[in-house]
DNA sequence: ATAGGGTTAG
């Protein structure tokens, strides 16, 4: 959107700078006025040899070069001011060249107070400034702002175009409204005047994929197809990535034939998604084959290629890999950066190797690179996880000293640990910082603190909590439900959970596996097996597969309450599913076998390194 | 309008 501006406006900048120098110069009608203008000229440069001054048009002209190269606020502001100065004013076009370079440098606030003195200055806005105007508003998530200057079109007696639409669609989808997105875009299709374009469709494609909607994705690029839209390499990339992301590896794979196939040539962004589908799905041959054909067609792993192996690796725990890969990079004159940086420091927080985290860490303050945001909350989170709440906080108060701001993300790391600690007065008081400074609580948030209050048994406080999220207008997923059917089976309340749970599908909500475990668990403690028992098969039928934990619970249910017989019976299934005892279900069919209870020969059927070999299939 | 990194429930 702001490219497509830019070159427009750079056209209309080209054509109305001609327009200045005539404005600027004196017109030349006759030869007589041109010997006068002459003379005055080259008199007026002998008499200043040393210091020649630019012509008001020159000037500008100057300026205009100059806009595309500036790359701080400060610098727009001050060409700002001096074009400001000029008499007579320069047109729109320059004006609107700074709103756009500063609107790219995500300053969008400062865009609309510029765009409020051009207002007082007596400069009137052309369409492109209006464009500028919206899309700085769709960024700031006032969509209310945005759709008063569509109206300020119609004031003005300008038109807006395919451009003005899409971004609208954009900042709409931008504030999960896809209701409203879909309307601009079906009245667009209804009007004759201002049909969609490939940006049109590849706006709603990224909302869609944003959602996770694949299939809706898919299908309107069916339509773009259908209706003569020729779909690009960025719509196919789009879609590639959003079904690697979903590791739905083959569909992405065919996508990916069908562009070829079309005549659309692929790019390095559309592999490097391809890799990071193929090597979450552990296919590292699969990635290494990617690799050798993208480079066939000459064209090449870039860092954020490389940054997404070393990431996968490190995930799957194969840091000496990742090194390896770092060092691959180095030979090959790809600079790592911060990204990559942190995808290795967060390897090694994964594994609890926090004195290697900390030498990474170190490594980038060495070495010039940019230490952010992310690095702070992947150290703090490996901390965390350590249990070393100390040198988290200390880190997270380091933060500020650095101009870098904790986020969302870096407090619900740090709540989830004092959480995790037992620390719920630390936690709480966490939770009200961020909010004092300025960071909002997300779902996520909530459901840490909840998780965290249930399981120190302050359920009253907890139901309290979600009732202040339900308030806002936050999105209560099926964690918060699974959290609080648990909050309430700890609470020893197991009709109360069972209440809620059966509750769930009234709001939309589906159940999963976890969400199954815990109702199995709490109806296994409450006595209730048999009703635990109904359940897990009223999972299988709902396509929700019990996992291993499924298992492990429901037979110590029945254990525990004395039925051998049916856990023997689930020991069988669990086993033939490729699925093994734990060690607390373990300890329990140890005891059994003491008491002469159970068959001896069952013991080395639950023990997992006994049946791996040969599962039955 | 497109690619990489950090947080959550058994």
Not at 102 to 108: F, I
Request: aromatic content about 8%; charged content about 20%; overall charge neutral.
């Amino acid at each position: 959107m702001l490219k497509m501006i830019k070159s427009t406006t750079a056209a209309a900048v080209a054509s109305s700078s001609s327009c200045w120098s005539r404005r600027g110069m004196p017109c030349l009608h006759s030869n007589s006025t041109l010997v006068v203008f002459l003379n005055n000229y080259f008199a007026f440069f002998h008499s200043q040899p040393s210091k020649p001054i630019k012509s008001r048009s020159t000037q500008l002209k100057q300026l205009v070069r100059d806009l595309p190269n500036i790359t701080n606020l400060g610098d727009a502001f001050s060409v700002f001011d001096r074009m400001l100065q000029m008499r007579p004013l320069p047109s729109v076009a320059p004006f609107n060249q700074i709103l756009i370079q500063v609107a790219k440098l995500k300053h969008y606030s400062a865009v609309i107070s510029l765009y409020n003195q051009m207002g007082m200055s007596g400069i009137e806005p052309d369409g492109y400034t209006l464009n500028i105007l919206i899309n700085c508003h769709c960024h700031l998530n006032q969509m209310g702002f945005s759709l008063s200057v569509l109206g300020n079109f119609f004031k003005l007696g300008l038109k807006p175009i395919v451009s003005t639409f899409n971004t609208l669609i954009n900042g709409f989808l931008l504030e999960n409204r896809v209701a409203e997105a879909a309307g601009i875009f079906n009245k667009m299709i209804g009007g004759g005047n201002c049909q969609p374009d490939v940006f049109t469709y590849g706006t709603l494609l990224k909302g869609l994929c944003m959602k996770g909607n694949n299939s809706a994705a898919i299908q309107l690029l069916r339509k773009m197809e259908e209706r003569a839209c020729q779909p690009n390499l960025v719509v196919y990339n789009t879609i590639i990535d959003s079904l690697s992301k979903d590791i739905l590896v083959d569909d992405a794979l065919n996508l990916f034939s069908e562009m070829m196939c079309k005549g659309v040539a692929p790019n390095v962004i559309t592999y490097t998604s391809l890799i990071h589908g193929v090597c979450k799905l552990g296919k590292w041959n699969e990635a290494t084959r990617l690799l050798h054909e993208m480079v066939s067609k000459n064209i090449y792993p870039d860092v954020r290629t490389f940054s997404v192996l070393v990431d996968t690796l490190c995930k799957e725990g194969m840091v000496l890999e990742a090194e390896g890969m770092v060092e691959i990079m180095i030979q090959r004159d790809i600079e790592p950066n911060t990204v990559t940086y942190n995808s290795l420091m967060d390897g090694y927080c994964l594994q609890g190797r926090m004195d290697k985290a900390q030498k990474v860490f170190e490594l980038m303050l060495s070495n010039g690179s940019v230490v952010d945001a992310f690095s702070y909350s992947i150290l703090i989170n490996g901390f965390c996880k350590q249990k070393m709440m100390d040198e988290a906080m200390m880190l997270l108060g380091e933060m500020s000293g650095k101009g870098l701001v904790p986020n969302t993300v870096t407090y619900n790391t740090v709540v989830d640990g004092c959480c995790k600690m037992g620390k719920i007065r630390d936690a709480q008081q966490l939770f009200s910082k961020m909010q004092a400074c300025g960071q909002l609580p997300n779902v996520q948030t909530y459901a840490i603190l909840l998780d965290g209050l249930c399981k120190n048994r302050q359920l009253s406080t907890a139901i309290q909590l979600f009732r202040e999220m339900e308030g806002k207008k936050l999105d209560v997923n099926i964690v918060i439900y699974t959290i609080l059917i648990e909050g309430l089976c700890i609470a020893g309340k197991i009709e109360s959970a069972r209440v809620l749970f059966r509750g769930l599908s009234s709001k939309g909500l589906q159940p999963n596996a976890r969400t199954y475990n815990i109702m199995i668990k709490g109806l296994c403690i409450g006595g209730l097996t048999c009703e635990a028992e109904k359940l897990l098969t009223e999972m299988e039928e709902k396509g929700c597969s019990p996992d291993g934990y499924t298992y492990n619970i429901i037979i110590q249910g029945f254990i525990n309450n004395n039925e051998t017989d049916r856990a023997m019976g689930l020991i069988q299934q669990m086993v033939e599913r490729g699925f093994s005892a734990d060690a607390s279900t373990t300890e329990l069919i140890v005891d059994l076998l003491c008491k002469d209870k159970v068959d001896p020969a069952l013991l080395p059927l639950i023990q997992k390194e006994n049946y791996e070999g040969n599962l039955p299939l």
